[in-house]
């Protein structure tokens, strides 16, 4: 996944549960009567045998499964880096706009989300490994890409945080303001819980989008499911199956989030308004 | 200077610059002040100024010149609080801005507590006590979008009473409510006065403005171009501007 010039958090479909097994189901059928030449008994009997070699065999399949781990402990640890970043960001870029007369910070604020929106998420990723870190080899890389991978979705994160906080109403402040309470108070007490609130899912979106960035991690060494993917590969001298069986793993992950977005937005949407 | 005097407004001027570069003035030179007790009505046409006047009070909007002094203190120099002065000056919005996200009694605790003026417990028998005389002691744990116009209104005042003010500044109050909401609101804010609370009215609401009002201000193209006690500005005006603008609001 290159340099995404645009806010990258969009809705994805959403998907019920019975979409999700159906699309499990129907994309390894397709799959499975592809590979095995439309269920011809020989193809079928070498598809069986591939897929014994490919993941039950010596459980091939646990490096999936702690690939899956890996990319999992990625993606949570670098939404929260994102988070704490992009909040500060944003709350930075707001005060300025909002008054509060900080313009080195504003302007660090600014080009950190600039180059960093601007950049290949994989350049940075590389950069931080053999360049930034490149003298810290007993540091455990995972934690690198952590840190790689959120100080990037920090700057999208930043972005969908300022439109929360824009989004909310100017006498929200001014009331807030007018008891006397300092503008970091108000941004505390009363701003940002409202904002906060709006821009749940589309920091779950940002999640998702994370959880399939992970997937260039291999390229620093981290056995992510990705790379687990591949290592299978490189053992059974087996082209296809390993990877398409990482493609559904991540499509079933996105499915259920993106399912309990959906699920969120309609709680949100239905819970108290201004 | 008066030595009732609570607040001063000595030749407030306020310009804005708009986007295009090109600047509007709305005020242009107010001086007058307030007794400590005091009602005044402030009325006019819409884009006077007088809602610009009222949030120059408590520098909602800065100043472009002029000398505010509010018990004794310049709170235009740079030296002033304004956080500390506004705990004292009260605003209650034409749109309430109730928060939301926030219990009614969340509403009226926490600038209080947050600026540990009281403990949690402290402000909350008080807000008790304040939501008991606007008429709503029932709704202390209530979310305020389930509340109605006039009572969310009601709360806003509540809300500004909890830091005992020395002054309530009213910008319209009653201008977004339904017409069978305005009563109640406009009760709660003459048993206020009755009590002896400064305030400062902006208001389209001429037959409360006479009733309550020690003085009115009408505001013309940023200035005060007359000001009198409701009788006289009310049924003997002089300046042919307020009796233009009377003769429309009074006609309905």
Redesign the interface.
């Known amino acids: 996944m290159s340099g995404r010039m645009t806010m990258r958090s969009k809705s994805y479909p959403g998907a019920g549960r019975g979409d999700i097994l159906l699309g499990f189901v129907g994309a390894f059928l397709v799959y499975a009567l592809w590979e095995s030449g439309f269920f011809t008994a020989d193809a079928w009997a070498d598809f069986n045998r591939r897929f014994y070699q490919n993941f039950v065999k010596d459980d091939r399949y646990m490096m999936l499964v702690d690939g899956l781990k890996s990319t999992l402990f990625m993606t949570a640890g670098a939404t929260v880096i994102g988070v704490i970043v992009g909040l500060i960001l944003s709350v930075i870029r707001v005060a300025h706009k909002g008054g509060l007369h900080i313009p080195v910070l504003n302007k660090l604020a600014e080009t950190y989300i600039t180059v960093l929106r601007g950049t290949p998420a994989m350049v940075q990723l590389l950069i931080w490994n053999f360049t930034i870190f490149a003298s810290a080899r007993d540091l455990n890389t995972q934690y690198i890409a952590i840190l790689a991978f959120g100080l990037n979705s920090g700057a999208y994160v930043a972005e969908i945080f300022r439109g929360g906080i824009e989004s909310i109403d100017p006498g929200q402040m001014e009331a807030a303001r007018s008891l006397g309470l300092t503008y970091w108070s108000s941004m505390k007490f009363v701003i940002l819980p409202q904002a906060l609130r709006n821009v749940v899912p589309m920091l779950f979106n940002e999640f998702i989008a994370l959880l399939k960035e992970t997937s260039i991690a291999g390229y620093i060494g981290i056995d992510d499911l990705t790379r687990a993917g591949q290592n299978i590969q490189a053992l059974t001298l087996e082209h296809s199956q390993p990877l398409v069986m990482v493609a559904i793993i991540y499509l079933i992950m996105v499915m259920l989030l993106s399912n309990l977005v959906k699920r969120l937005e309609q709680w949100l949407s239905r819970g108290r308004r201004g | 200077m008066n030595e009732d005097m609570i607040l001063t407004v000595e030749d407030l001027h306020k310009t804005f610059t708009l986007q295009d570069g090109r600047t509007l003035s709305v005020l242009n030179g107010i001086t007058t002040g307030i007794r400590r007790g005091e009602k005044i009505a402030v009325i006019g046409p819409s884009g006077s100024g007088k809602s610009t006047f009222l949030r120059c009070l ?1 520098r ?1 909007e800065e100043p472009t010149s002029g000398t505010i002094t509010f018990k004794g203190e310049d709170i235009t120099s740079p030296k002033c609080d304004i ?5 004292k ?3 209650v ?1 034409q ?1 309430f ?5 926030l219990t009614v009694r969340k509403n009226l605790t ?2 209080p507590v ?2 540990k003026i009281m403990t949690q417990e402290e402000a909350d028998v008080k807000a008790q006590e304040l939501l008991a005389r606007v008429g709503l002691a029932d709704k202390i744990d209530e ?3 389930r509340l109605s116009g006039g009572q969310k209104q009601r709360v ?1 005042i509540a ?2 009473m ?2 005992s003010p020395d002054v309530l500044l009213f910008d319209e109050p009653t201008s977004a409510l339904d017409p069978e909401m305005i009563g109640e609101v406009l009760d709660v804010m003459k048993e206020l006065a009755d009590s002896g609370m400064t305030m400062y009215l902006v208001t389209h609401e001429m037959g409360f403005a006479h009733k309550i009002a020690d003085r009115v201000l009408f505001i013309d193209k940023g200035i005060i171009s007359e000001e009198g006690t409701p009788d006289e500005v009310f049924d003997r005006p002089k300046q042919p501007r307020t009796i233009e603008f009377l003769s429309k609001v009074l006609r309905r």
Do not use: E, I, T
């Open positions: 408590n909602m956080n500390l002065v506004r705990r000056m009260g605003m919005f749109h801005y109730l928060f939301p996200h926490l600038a947050d600026q979310w305020p979008d806003a809300r500004a909890a830091m």
